[in-house]
Every structure is written in structure tokens, then in C-alpha cells.
């Protein structure tokens, strides 16, 4: 019995995006990739609620310290917002404690990926039915420009006068080593592909991880530049869905094949290939390397992955936790507190 499923509702009413808009004053800097990906969660979620008999209280949206972090504020669901890398240990909590909740999480590139690393890599391991969604503007904003951990190497920032020095993190890669079931990866502006994930997210029971591509105008503007600009968009990224060929390309001529257990770019009708040699995306398939090289393509030598690249079924922590609680309620001889007492080795005190 899967957890999406143990408590849903079918009288649940039609919701809009504007339900889902709070009456906060939303405090992003103006042209902040952030507006995008909140736009795109409220018009996902009505979606969200009606697939899956949800009512809006069962939504909570939960994050730690960031610009993305202020994302609770401008939801009219519940929220929490924590401190900093402590999102995902909250979120996790919640689940547990209460597995009838959506649980959203808001986290920047900072706050999942440095300070709050470990508990990044362990909600994945453990397959905890969340969904995080990680806001990736490659620089510390809220705290005036410092490299992240996805800064590239070489940037110049506040805290890197000369260039950085250190090696960036993929985020795709490393849900990939904590043997992750679902990530998906988009750019800011893309608002109907972003829109399409979310609900994908939610869809899917287990923990869900997608990498939000967002520009930051103030510290890091131009951030993913070079496959974000419309004009070169379609030339530099590819977007997969499941089931469809590999194909991508302002003139749809473009597309990928594996040659000797690598990935190609190719061009449609020369060299005698055709759409039939493309390859086809399987987001289902739980062998891990095609989805590990798709991950880790990269501007020039390839088309930067967008679309839900990973999403496999697999044994949920909250699962687990469920099915071990009722298999030793079953078997135990202890049912309250009095029969608790009265079992064992007992003495009487005179």
C-alpha cells in the first residue's frame, strides 16, 4: 500500500493558483528567477490536489535560510521556516511524525548543498516521501555574493577576488550516489515545463529532488547565461520526457545516440541517421547509467538536460516505518499501558 494513496479524499473542491497565492508582499528583487518557479508551483498545485485528493491543509511548505527560503510565506498553505540547513531534517520529521502531509521544501544551493549537505544526501538514501525543490543561482545571495557549492570553478565573487578554487558540486550527481528514484531539472523562465515537473514530483511516492536553474540579478546575473537566453535555448538544452525520442534543436534536428557506451550528438539526415536512431527516454528504468550520463551533460559538448530525467518506484522510508509498526503491533501480546506494566519479571513491595 503506497503512501500517496493511504489517505485520500474524493470530495475535494477545484482550486485555482490564486488560492494557492498568499497575501505577502513577495520580496524577491524584481527579475529574480524565483518569481518563476513560485508562479509555476501555485499554478501546479490545484493540479496536484485534484489528481490526488488532496485538500489545501494537507500542503506544507518548509525551508531553511536563503532568498529561495522565503518560498513559505508566499504560500497559502502551512509553513515552516527554519534555520539554516535544517530544512530537510524538518521536512523529514514532518513526514514521519504525520505521513498525511504533502510536504514541500524550499532550499537554495547553499543551504541543501553545504551546510545542510548530510541531511540532503540521507532524505534521498532514505527515499522519505518529500519533495525538495532546490533553487540553484550558483552563489550565496541573501548573504551578499560568497561562491556555493555550484559556483563554477574559476568565478570571481566577494569571497573569491582571484577566482574560486574549488570543484562544483552537480546536485543531479549527487542525488544519483545516494541512489536517488526521482530528479528532474529545469530553467527559471521555463514556467509550463516547471509546471509539468511539480505535478510529476508530486506524483511521484518517495523523495523527489529538482534542481531549479534561477537567475540572481543582484550578485550572480546571467547565472546559467549560456543555456538560459532565448536565443540559444533550444540549441544548448535538450528537454526530456519520458517515452519520446531524445530530440531537441530550434529546427528539431538535433538529436542523441549512444556510440560505444557514450553519448553522441548527431544531426537528423546526415551521415544517413534518422529519427529512428535517436535514442528513446526511459525515466523508468532503475539501471542508473543513462540517467547518470544525461545528468552530467554539459555546454558545449552537449545539451544540458531539462524535464524529469530519473522517476523509478522504490520502498518509501515512511512505507517502511508503517508497514514495522503494524507487523509487530500484530504480533505483539502487549496492547496498553496496564498489560505493559503487568508483563515481565514483577515484584510486589512490602
Known amino acids: 500500500m503506497q503512501s500517496t494513496n493511504y489517505y485520500r479524499r474524493t470530495d475535494i473542491m477545484k482550486y485555482t493558483a490564486q488560492d494557492f497565492k498568499s497575501n505577502q508582499e513577495v520580496r524577491w528583487c524584481p527579475g529574480c528567477g524565483d518569481h518563476s ?3 509555476s508551483l501555485q499554478r501546479a498545485l490545484p493540479q496536484v490536489a485534484e489528481e490526488r485528493g488532496y485538500p489545501m491543509e494537507r500542503f506544507v511548505f518548509v525551508s531553511g535560510i536563503g532568498c529561495s527560503s522565503r518560498l513559505p510565506y508566499y504560500m497559502n498553505t502551512y509553513g515552516f521556516h527554519g534555520i539554516h540547513g535544517r530544512a530537510t531534517a524538518i521536512s523529514t520529521g514532518m513526514k514521519v511524525a504525520n505521513p498525511n502531509l504533502s510536504i514541500w521544501q524550499a532550499t537554495g544551493d547553499g ?3 553545504a551546510i545542510g549537505g548530510n541531511h540532503f544526501i540521507h532524505a534521498i538514501r532514505r527515499n522519505i516521501d518529500i519533495n525538495i525543490v532546490l533553487f540553484n543561482n550558483r552563489i550565496y545571495g541573501l548573504t551578499k555574493g560568497q561562491y556555493s557549492p ?20 552537480n546536485p543531479g550527481a549527487l542525488v544519483m550516489g545516494a541512489r536517488g528514484t526521482f530528479f528532474a531539472r529545469s530553467i527559471d523562465s521555463e514556467l509550463k515545463l516547471n509546471q509539468e515537473i511539480f505535478v510529476a514530483s508530486a506524483r511521484h511516492d518517495g523523495c523527489s529532488v529538482t534542481e531549479m536553474l534561477v537567475n540572481c540579478v543582484i550578485y550572480n546575473d546571467g547565472s546559467h547565461r549560456e543555456i538560459s537566453d532565448k536565443e540559444v535555448r533550444a540549441d544548448r538544452t535538450i528537454v526530456l520526457r519520458h517515452g519520446e525520442r531524445m530530440i531537441f534543436g530550434k529546427d528539431r534536428n538535433k538529436g542523441l545516440v549512444l556510440v560505444n557506451k557514450e553519448l553522441k550528438v548527431v544531426t537528423i539526415g546526415e551521415g544517413g ?16 547509467g543513462m540517467h547518470s550520463m544525461l545528468i552530467d551533460m554539459k555546454w558545449p559538448e552537449y545539451p544540458v538536460a531539462l524535464g524529469v530525467i530519473r522517476d523509478v518506484p522504490d520502498k518509501t522510508y515512511d512505507d517502511n516505518v508503517r508497514d514495522q509498526l503494524e507487523e509487530v503491533r500484530a504480533k505483539s501480546t502487549i496492547h496498553n499501558m496496564d498489560e505493559l506494566l503487568h508483563s515481565g519479571s514483577t515484584w510486589e513491595v512490602k
Not at 574559476?154 to 578554487?165: A, D, E, F
Not at 541517421?273 to 542508473?288: F, G
Request: proline share 7%.
Open 111 to 113: 543551504d541543501a548543498l
Open 37 to 39: 518557479v513560485l508562479a
Open 150 to 169: 555550484t559556483s563554477p570553478l574559476g568565478k570571481i565573487t566577494k569571497t573569491s577576488p582571484y577566482g574560486t578554487v574549488e570543484h562544483p558540486f
Open 273 to 288: 541517421v534518422t529519427e529512428d536512431d535517436i535514442l528513446v527516454h526511459d525515466a523508468h528504468t532503475a539501471d542508473m
